[in-house]
């Protein structure tokens, strides 16, 4: 408790600390930038096998191959993307002026915006910290990140090797438990980017706005995979497999829910297993099984199982059964919305099959409730895929594949409504951590003279004539 209080009573005096270092170098050069990123990809590469170990312990088992693809890779990307890129991105953009308010220019200027405050989930807290960090100094800012208080020793290690690499003013990382998030999320930052779940990012965004700093959330939601009424059962059960198991399920865009034609709920469920079975021969002492982060989070997926059991679903295991905290994959058949499992994001190895007669019922079944970060649609016909894509909504779309639009970085990321608000990666995440600012300049000779007071019919005429056309 009291060292909690240290970590808030710390925050206020590095919010000010930051500030004041932003004044003094407002708009860093694009020189200034790409070493920063430089210096964060060195660092990235120099640690990347304590990084590796620390989540390792942190889950207890995390697959290395896992972490390297998703966290260690995916940050890499994001840091080539952004120095090849930025130069193009700083940029002014010319703007055009009307002939009536001649003679004069306009552009629109990329402006830092100042101290960016970063939350980070316990689910991927390298890309989700080291992402947001890449944006935010893309764009010339100075980053305060609170990482996640369920992964300790990777939160540690984290904050151990930025300070190595940058001053306290430029990054810094604050560590702590629940209370420290919520005084975290309550400081007048330039611009708050949470990432986590959606109930979290509600008391998140009524914090922000104590102060009117706007936010970026990155929520989750039940993300649906639709398989059609044609598409190879392999073909669709294998990627959703791959989706579904990375992490263990715990995905923010992991597919949540399957939709299946009824008349092909047997085939998937049999094939699914088969794919399941072959990524994972066995479930025990399996490095590349990771395990759920712990037990907290999995007694509530066992909750989920036992509220779905007693309200007459069949819960098939795809394994006999769990090991420590590595949970046996699950398929759940005869699901109805009265289960917590249909309620709630998942966010583990348990996948609801739900049968459906004709896509139009597909389609239904999805925008009647909240609209998700991703859906994944798996089928060859490409009039029903842009039906797909003309009739749903969610943040982002996979068509035949799941997970994978999130690690291309020439697109942006972010959900909508329930799933959350503003975009982040690549350029986009330069835009979210930018000021777009409308410059409008003009010299000596003013022309506006024309529609000073007092007004009269020469004013009127000139209306006439260049306004009202």
């Given at each position: 408790m009291q060292q909690n209080q240290q970590q808030i009573?710390?925050?206020?005096?590095?919010?000010?600390?930051?500030?004041?270092?932003?004044?003094?170098?407002?708009?860093?050069?694009?020189?200034?930038?790409?070493?920063?990123?430089?210096?964060?990809?060195e660092l990235i590469h120099q640690e990347k096998d304590a990084l590796i170990a620390a989540l390792h312990a942190d889950f207890s088992n995390r697959a290395e191959s896992e972490t390297m693809l998703a966290e260690i890779m995916a940050s890499l990307n994001g840091i080539h993307y952004a120095r090849k890129n930025l130069k193009k991105w700083m940029?002014?953009?010319?703007?055009?002026?009307?002939?009536?308010?001649?003679?004069?220019?306009?552009?629109?200027?990329?402006?830092?915006?100042?101290?960016?405050?970063?939350?980070?989930?316990?689910?991927?807290p390298l890309f989700l910290a080291f992402g947001p960090l890449i944006g935010a100094l893309s764009a010339g800012n100075r980053v305060m990140i609170k990482m996640s208080e369920a992964t300790p020793v990777t939160s540690q290690l984290v904050k151990d090797i930025l300070a190595?690499?940058?001053?306290?003013d430029l990054v810094a990382v604050?560590?702590?438990?629940?209370?420290?998030?919520?005084?975290?999320?309550?400081?007048?930052?330039d611009h708050l980017l949470f990432t986590g779940a959606t109930s979290i990012g509600k008391h998140v965004m009524r914090a922000a706005a104590e102060n009117l700093v706007p936010v970026t959330l990155e929520l989750g939601g039940k993300s649906p995979a639709i398989i059609s009424a044609d598409v190879p059962m392999a073909?669709?059960?294998?990627?959703?497999a791959f989706g579904k198991t990375m992490n263990a399920g715990q995905t923010c865009v992991a597919p949540d829910y399957v939709l299946v034609?009824?008349?092909?709920?047997?085939?998937f469920v049999d094939t699914y297993r088969q794919v399941v079975q072959r990524f994972y021969p066995t479930l025990a002492n399996n490095p590349d099984y990771t395990a759920v982060i712990n037990e907290r989070q999995l007694n509530r997926l066992k909750g989920y199982i036992s509220d779905a059991e007693s309200k007459g679903a069949q819960v098939i295991r795809l394994f006999d059964k769990d090991q420590d905290r590595r949970m046996a994959q699950c398929l759940l058949l005869n699901t109805t919305d009265e289960m917590k499992v249909m309620q709630d994001e998942i966010f583990g190895p348990l996948l609801p099959v739900v049968p459906y007669r004709g896509i139009e019922q597909a389609f239904s079944y999805v925008n009647d409730r909240p609209r998700p970060l991703a859906l994944y649609y798996f089928g060859y016909d490409k009039a029903e895929q842009e039906r797909v894509l003309v009739e749903t909504h969610s943040g982002g779309v996979c068509i035949n594949d799941t997970m994978l639009h999130v690690a291309q970085d020439d697109m942006p990321f972010g959900g909508v409504g329930p799933s959350g608000m503003g975009h982040y990666h690549g350029h986009e995440g330069f835009l979210t951590f930018s000021k777009a600012k409308a410059v409008l300049i003009k010299q000596r000779f003013n022309g506006a003279r024309l529609i000073y007071p007092p007004y009269g019919k020469p004013l009127q005429k000139l209306i006439q004539k260049l306004f009202l056309r």
């Open positions: 009573d710390a925050l206020e005096p590095l919010l000010a600390a930051q500030r004041a270092a932003f004044r003094a170098n407002p708009m860093p050069s694009a020189e200034q930038r790409l070493a920063w990123l430089k210096t964060l990809r940029k002014p953009s010319k703007r055009s002026v009307d002939m009536s308010f001649q003679p004069a220019k306009a552009k629109v200027i990329y402006q830092p915006l100042g101290v960016i405050g970063v939350i980070s989930p316990w689910n991927y190595k690499a940058f001053p306290e604050v560590l702590g438990e629940a209370e420290v998030g919520q005084a975290f999320s309550r400081l007048p930052f073909d669709a059960a294998e990627r959703i034609p009824e008349g092909r709920v047997e085939e």
